[in-house]
């Protein structure tokens, strides 16, 4: 009698989740397919941040911003992965948001849902940010030309490490960039050295003129996606003069950029490949970089973005010796 009881109230259950889905017009072998799979990833990942790493951050986050800004900005910081989740993404958003209140410099708005691509929403932005986004892929093609609109505009889009590694099915959209994602012989456990391109650029200030030493994953890009020095201002690149750097390639580029600028028509860009480690954003040179970067792109910070072949010859500052 007990089994029997057991046996219809299970085929109650059934048949009333049955009924539930077909009244919200859902089959029930496709009810897991509604569920948007990034959300499920995220909360699996993404682990809320203990109060010292926030203080860390917050302190590591600069006093206030290189420029004044011009107006009141807003940005709009977006990371959401279709491909390999950083867990550092939590870090970059709490910098983020720190650099809002601190420096007064922008508003931020975080979003990882691609209806946020209209030209409605993005005409309250100034600035677009690419935090650590992997393969991300517009859901129709309005929103791929809301991107590009916005650029065209005149308004900013800045990335952080893996913004490099997007649009597969959008060209014109990956292109923004400068480079595509195509590996990290520089794993995130190796310390590694780092050239100023371009020593005494404003959005180098961070870095006193210094080539440094800095632990972090740094990607190499695929050589038909990369724009070069004829199209980009080179910032920061790994020093291949340290041999430790140069031998993690057989045969490959003997250059590999790691910061840039550039402008897009009257848009204008900043990318930079740091930002895999969550230490990445508890430094106070990584951030203050981060913060010129986006107010350069934003449109308040100055700074030269003449592509580096065609601007005068300039001695990069080395890495000292480990």
């Known amino acids: 009698m007990i089994k029997l009881s057991r046996v219809l109230l299970a085929s109650t259950i059934c048949l009333a989740s049955t009924l539930c889905s077909l009244t919200w017009g859902i089959d029930p072998a ?8 990034w959300q499920k990833k995220k909360q699996e990942i993404f682990k809320p941040l203990s109060d010292a790493a926030q203080q860390t951050i917050g302190r590591a986050v600069p006093a206030t911003p290189t420029a004044k800004p011009r107006a009141t900005r807003k940005i709009l910081v977006f990371y959401r992965c279709e491909g ?22 922008f508003q931020a708005d975080f979003a990882d849902t691609y209806d946020v691509f209209t030209n409605e929403n993005l005409a309250n932005y100034d600035l677009v940010l690419l935090n650590n986004t992997t393969g991300m892929q517009f859901q129709e093609p309005s929103q791929q030309n809301a991107l590009l609109d916005f ?18 099915d959008f060209p014109r959209c990956r292109a923004l960039i400068g480079g595509q994602f195509s590996g990290h012989p520089w794993g995130a456990g190796g310390t590694w050295a780092f050239k100023l391109d371009d020593p005494e650029h404003v959005l180098n200030d961070a870095f006193d003129g210094q080539g440094f030493w800095h632990s972090d994953e740094i990607y190499q890009y695929q050589p038909e996606s990369y724009q070069g020095p004829e199209v980009l201002r080179l910032l920061v690149s790994l020093d291949m003069n340290q041999e430790e750097v140069s031998k993690r390639i057989d045969d490959g580029p003997r250059e590999v950029p790691v910061s840039w600028i550039r402008q897009a028509g009257d848009g204008r860009i900043f990318y930079t ?9 508890q ?29 005068d010859e300039i001695q990069p500052a080395l890495a000292p010796a480990k």
């Open 30 to 37: 496709d009810a897991q397919d509604t569920v948007d799979p």
């Open 84 to 105: 390999f989740v950083h867990g550092s993404i939590p870090y970059a958003n709490q910098a983020i948001k720190a650099m809002a209140e601190k420096t007064g410099a």
């Open 151 to 168: 650029i065209a505009d005149g308004n900013g889009l800045a990335g952080i490490h893996a913004a490099s590694d997007n649009f597969g």
């Open 273 to 281: 490949n740091f930002g895999h480690r969550n230490e990445t954003f």
């Open 283 to 311: 430094n106070p040179a990584m951030l203050r970089h981060m913060l010129d970067g986006i107010q350069y792109a934003i449109g308040d910070l100055d700074a030269d973005a003449t592509p580096t072949a065609k601007a």
